[in-house]
């Protein structure tokens, strides 16, 4: 998960001042010199943390802080303070053109996840309502046109090329051309990349610039590299003057520094995360949520935000119908999975609980599990769904070898999914069912 180091050490410096109770200035300085470690350890640059640990020390040892009744308290605010003021305070959109349609040229390195992002925004923006086109302009990395191909179809989003062309200044043209005669409001152009920054590379990225006039530049940077991300980030900058960045591979065993130091080096907003390899997981980037993960304290404005555009509101008020009327069914219990499934890896969203990530930190969080059951509901026939009390021996026996568990696990799945209903029928009994319900998002 991102930033689990740096959130562990971060967290064991807080309970150190937990434990002092009323604070000394010698206190909040050892608290500061854990921090700053923590920092450099995740690959913060040096210039960044100077500046972090100088703000943060400097307003935690007023007396406001020193003499207030919750010490320890008031440092982790001004850290979670200073934290999402250096990732940019607040959240920085694309910007969109006044008349359509909206060019943004995706540029970076190769291996970045520049061509798979081009079709996350893309799936992004069409679910805000957006009719995008993607245009593939790399015409020198192997299969990348082809990548870009295959990206676009799982988003469902058209892709313009040009067999044969090598130009990719003109690609990017007549593919803004293609996008105004056709209706697509926003153009994504994937740029090519090298394994370098080198002088080839940033003239043809000029070359396009000038040509097309992209409303936007984003820079896609890998989270994992760490402090060479924001050096690519300052290059690229100083060269193209982008506009904006999208960091990737968020959701990988990550040292942070570059979500940390990015926006402070460059100037420059981080606009989106990547957070996994689905299409769908890309989420617009919020300092002070991800300060708030970076502290351990979660995110729970992001994980409503998933529940949202996972669940439908429809689909939710006939689900609580029916748990009220105690008719939930193993296709309502399926249902119910494949869209938890929707907002992400189960380790991630337990990771926006305040609280879970840090109580749940060595459990085992088995996503195959959620398959395996998917599996054994999809092998049942619509009857055994709707009426599980007629799935006797021999069906189980056939139900396990469809769906290619074992007969234990057949049992297993009906015992929990009979205990839910039973909690259900407990909680309509006592008149607590809809607050409960409400509770869950369904």
Aim: hydrophobic share 40%; glycine share 8%.
């Amino acid at each position: 998960m991102a930033f689990e180091g740096l959130a562990d050490k971060l967290s064991q410096a807080f309970k150190n001042l937990k434990r002092k109770g009323k604070l000394s200035e010698s206190d909040v300085k050892a608290a500061m010199r854990e921090i700053k470690l923590a920092l450099l350890e995740a690959d913060v640059s040096y210039k960044v943390v100077k500046e972090f640990i100088n703000n943060v020390s400097e307003r935690c040892v007023g007396n406001e802080v020193l003499e207030s009744l919750t010490p320890s308290q008031q440092v982790i605010k001004i850290v979670n303070e200073e934290l999402t003021k250096i990732m940019g305070s607040e959240v920085a959109k694309i910007k969109i053109a006044s008349a359509p349609p909206t060019i943004v040229m995706m540029v970076g390195l190769q291996g970045t996840g520049k061509t798979t992002h081009c079709g996350k925004l893309a799936a992004y923006f069409k679910k805000q309502g957006k009719r995008p086109l993607l245009v593939a302009c790399d015409v020198y990395r192997p299969a990348a046109i082809t990548q870009l191909c295959i990206v676009g179809d799982t988003a469902g989003v058209p892709v313009f090329k040009i067999d044969g062309e090598k130009n990719p200044v003109k690609i990017a043209k007549q593919g803004i051309e293609h996008a105004k005669k056709h209706g697509n409001d926003i153009v994504f152009i994937d740029t090519a990349g090298r394994l370098h920054i080198d002088e080839q590379l940033m003239d043809e990225l000029k070359n396009i610039k000038a040509q097309v006039d992209p409303t936007e530049i984003l820079l896609v940077v890998d989270a994992m590299t760490g402090q060479d991300a924001v050096n690519v980030a300052q290059s690229f900058n100083e060269l193209l003057d982008i506009d904006g960045i999208v960091l990737t591979k968020l959701d990988g065993d990550t040292r942070g520094g570059a979500a940390l130091s990015v926006k402070h080096i460059t100037g420059k907003p981080i606009k989106f995360a990547g957070i996994g390899e689905k299409i769908s997981d890309i989420e617009p980037f919020y300092p002070d949520r991800m300060a708030s993960r970076i502290l351990g304290m979660g995110d729970v404005l992001t994980l409503i935000d998933k529940a949202q555009a996972a669940f439908d509101e429809k689909q939710a008020a006939e689900l609580e119908e029916k748990m009220r009327k105690n008719k939930f069914t193993l296709t309502d219990y399926l249902a119910q999975m494949q869209q938890l499934k929707q907002m992400g890896p189960l380790e991630n969203l337990l990771g926006m609980i305040p609280g879970a990530g840090k109580a749940l930190k060595d459990a085992t969080i088995d996503e195959k599990a959620m398959a395996h059951a998917e599996a054994i509901i999809l092998s049942m026939t619509p009857q055994e769904r709707e009426d599980p009390s007629v799935i006797n021996a021999s069906r189980r026996k056939r139900i396990a070898a469809g769906s290619g568990r074992s007969v234990e696990e057949v049992n297993r799945l009906l015992r929990q999914f009979e205990q839910m209903n039973k909690l259900f029928k407990q909680l309509n009994s006592k008149k607590k069912n809809k607050g409960f319900l409400r509770g869950f998002g369904i």
